[in-house]
């Protein structure tokens, strides 16, 4: 092997690329042969061109389109190479942290399933210890009582504008419920213009709310519209078996499932509602 008149094969085994990519360099200026053979027009490369192959490969690995890397070799300036490495640095942490938020979404959702598995779907009443969870609380301004399914999607566009207008994650956005302040839901009241996200407390980027551990009645079920019938019949079992209501009552969809009947949300919600024992 001639290590001054190299073919674009030789060249291509030598650096561990395809013949398709040094032909792409060399359409696109980056890397062209060396030498041309004045008598058959054959074009060789030279040895000594992988060092500047390998810089191409390192610019392309820290994220560079072929243009920015033609610029860079072009002008020679360690100082812009070094500005953009900055940019990409920065630019990576932040798809880190998204993929480390996504992460945590599919762990959630992927609970939620087991939980979806385990628990009564036929409206039977539980108690269930729930640990200290954190949540994001939105204010929107339709009443969630007040209104069919799609004034429900509205709330949620709301929602999700505000996320995208705040630059919060759209990955929280897989597990949402509604709330209810304790004195609406004591009154019977059924009155909500708040939705909520469950996040992670350490997320800086969103304020999150704690919402303590507590022991709640449940009631899970399928039906959009029984919401309401729903609570009143949890609100009666508390107060039969002397419980009182101690917090915000929390409807939280559990699961989505991708059926679209009459093109609807085809979802599974618990309502829960936090309990102490009444004073005697």
Do not use: W
């Amino acid at each position: 092997m001639d290590l001054q008149r190299l073919t674009i094969g030789q060249m291509a085994k030598l650096n561990r690329i395809s013949q398709q990519t040094l032909r792409l360099y060399d359409r696109e200026g980056l890397l062209r042969p060396m030498i041309i053979d004045p008598h058959t027009g054959y074009r060789y490369y030279h040895i000594i061109q992988s060092a500047r192959l390998d810089m191409i490969q390192y610019m392309k690995a820290y994220g560079m389109t072929l243009k920015q890397i033609r610029q860079q070799l072009d002008e020679g300036d360690s100082e812009s190479i070094q500005r953009f490495l900055v940019q990409q640095q920065d630019a990576i942490d932040g798809q880190i942290e998204e993929l480390i938020r996504s992460k945590r979404s599919i762990a959630r959702t992927l609970e939620n399933y087991r939980q979806y598995e385990a628990l009564p779907k036929d409206g039977q009443m539980f108690m269930e210890y729930i640990p200290q969870r954190y949540i994001y609380r939105y204010t929107s301004e339709k009443d969630f009582f007040d209104q069919d399914y799609a004034g429900y999607e509205y709330m949620l566009r709301e929602l999700k504008m505000h996320l995208a207008n705040n630059d919060l994650a759209m990955s929280y956005f897989c597990n949402v419920g509604t709330i209810m302040k304790q004195e609406n839901l004591m009154k019977e009241n059924f009155s909500s213009h708040e939705v909520f996200l469950f996040v992670d407390p350490e997320d800086a980027t969103v304020s999150a709310e704690t919402i303590p551990a507590a022991m709640y009645y449940c009631v899970c079920s399928d039906d959009f519209y029984a919401e309401k019938a729903n609570a009143r019949k949890l609100l009666a079992l508390i107060r039969d078996n002397g419980f009182q209501v101690c917090g915000d009552y929390l409807c939280e969809v559990l699961v989505e499932f991708p059926v679209f009947e009459d093109n609807q949300r085809n979802m599974f919600y618990k309502i829960e509602i936090p309990v102490v024992p009444m004073k005697k």
